[in-house]
């Protein structure tokens, strides 16, 4: 269950969220009194609810916004109690002064801003004895095993407990609470109104999670990578699980890159089945992978990882996803010799992406010219994939078939910049732009504007995730819900 956090400064508004909230599913409202500006009124809030309530009144300590005294306080929390509040929030230290009464359950409660602490069981031990009915944790997670110890917390606990660490690093606890048992996690109304470090929205965890259909077989995936919170592939693969009806859940770990070793240690402990690896994780992580794809010994980068009888195995698909979808471009697949064969090539970029769109080419028989804003980036991969490296000022001196940008140039939101100028594009080149968040880059703008034969990101990146999907779950993917997700996040093409 999940249980939406409502902070609003007036009643009026507090009420109106509630019942609109109800009416798109939700089962459980958090009242957040100490954000209201005017004298709380309970009776008001609390009359004819659409849906139980969870009453809180947090003082500034704990992250809230409560500044009148302590008795004041303590006075609106035995009110809500009297009123019949179905749960009401009460801090460890005042728990012991407020009575129960009623059939008003208690939720005991422990914040920490800064850290997770080591004693994380003794903490729930001593919320569990001051009689507690739910016993609530939520402190901030500094590294990703902090998730880790966590849910183990909460799988362990004899009481309904909700455990959850806050920050971006800790969004997977406030998913996989639910694989957890806890009797449910947190949400806020609206994504740019969070209540709490790293809280999702409502809608983030119904739409996109699915979260009421989380349970303790939930197999789970997801995307490492630092950052990650602008990465879509949680709404792509997770629309692909329940179009499927695979039970299953796609999270998203960031994972600072020295925490990648202990990460793979916890693997195990969080039921990940499969991974994407992204930047910068794509290259460092074979170092764990006793078995890869023979592609991956040859670009040397792996973007998908997965646990097949307790042992992770690399692949990249990124490799067939780029060459499946320049290809396309001059034909049907599976010509013979590969329509690349032979075509003058220019890849932008030195990243993991450039890794595999060379060696794809090279495979294919092209000729590939690498510049990159680092020199010595593009010298190493022109060696290993028998290309020639140009400096990144010298980029437009040359006569090319084939535009490939691997940079973040143009991505969102520097949308107004472009790797390659425009008045040195011509008609008869292929230009491809891997970005995909813009489909419509101002690079593929211009392109098409000149007459090029255009090849979006969308396409590479819809392709190397149902490639990912497959190895996941051995099913084909519903690539026409992943491409409509995804084009629907991020807007529609402007010609």
């Known amino acids: 269950m999940i249980c939406v956090s409502i902070g609003r400064s007036r009643h009026k508004h507090m009420l109106l969220e509630h019942r609109d909230l109800v009416s798109r599913g939700a089962k459980l409202v958090e009242l957040r009194l100490d954000y209201l500006s005017s004298r709380v009124n309970l009776p008001r809030l609390l009359a004819e609810r659409p849906s139980p309530v969870v009453v809180t009144c947090r003082r500034e300590q704990d992250g809230g916004k409560f500044t009148g005294t302590e008795e004041q306080r303590l006075m609106v929390l035995r009110e809500a109690i009297v009123a019949g509040a179905d749960y009401v929030d009460l801090e460890e230290d005042i728990a012991g002064d407020v009575r129960r009464y009623g059939k008003t359950k208690r939720v005991v409660s422990y914040h920490n801003f800064r850290n997770t602490p080591d004693d994380l069981n003794e903490i729930a031990g001593r919320l569990a004895a001051l009689d507690a009915d739910i016993v609530k944790l939520a402190t901030m997670a500094n590294r990703p095993h902090d998730n880790v110890r966590m849910l183990e917390m909460v799988s362990a606990s004899k009481l309904p407990t909700v455990g959850m660490c806050m920050g971006d690093i800790g969004t997977p606890s406030r998913i996989l609470c639910a694989r957890a048992g806890a009797p449910f996690t ?216 084939i535009l490939v940008n691997g940079t973040p140039i143009g991505m969102h939101p520097n949308v107004d910049e472009s790797p390659f100028l425009r008045s040195y594009l011509t008609p008869h080149m292929t230009v491809f732009d891997t970005v995909y968040n813009p489909e419509s880059t101002l690079l593929i703008k211009e392109a098409r504007d000149h007459g090029c034969k255009i090849v979006t990101g969308v396409e590479m990146f819809i392709r190397q995730a149902a490639l990912q999907f497959f190895l996941f779950t051995g099913q084909e993917a519903p690539t026409d819900v992943m491409r409509d997700t995804l084009k629907r996040i991020i807007g529609p093409v402007k010609y």
């Open 186 to 401: 947190y949400a806020t109304f609206h994504h740019e109104r969070a209540l709490a470090p790293g809280q999702l929205s409502f809608q983030q965890m119904q739409d996109t999670y699915r979260y009421e259909s989380i349970g303790q077989k939930t197999a789970v995936y997801g995307v490492i990578a630092d950052p990650v919170a602008h990465s879509l592939s949680p709404q792509i693969h997770n629309a692909a699980f329940g179009e499927r009806g695979v039970d299953a859940v796609y999270v998203p770990f960031r994972v600072p890159a020295d925490d990648l070793k202990q990460f793979f240690e916890d693997v195990p402990k969080l039921g990940v089945r499969g991974l994407s690896v992204t930047i910068p994780h794509k290259e460092a992580i074979a170092a764990f992978l006793k078995k890869v794809d023979p592609a991956v010994k040859g670009i040397s980068a792996v973007n998908t990882v997965v646990w097949r009888d307790g042992e992770p195995v690399g692949y990249n698909t990124d490799y067939k996803a780029a060459m499946d979808s320049l290809e396309q471009s001059f034909g049907p697949l599976g010509q013979q010799p590969s329509p690349l064969a032979g075509k003058r090539v220019l890849v932008l970029g030195a990243g993991g992406v450039c890794r595999a769109v060379l060696y794809g080419l090279q495979k294919r028989g092209a000729k590939t010219t690498i510049a990159s804003r680092t020199r010595d980036r593009a010298n190493e991969l022109a060696a290993a994939f028998g290309a020639r490296a140009v400096d990144w000022n010298a980029r437009h001196n040359g006569d090319y078939d």
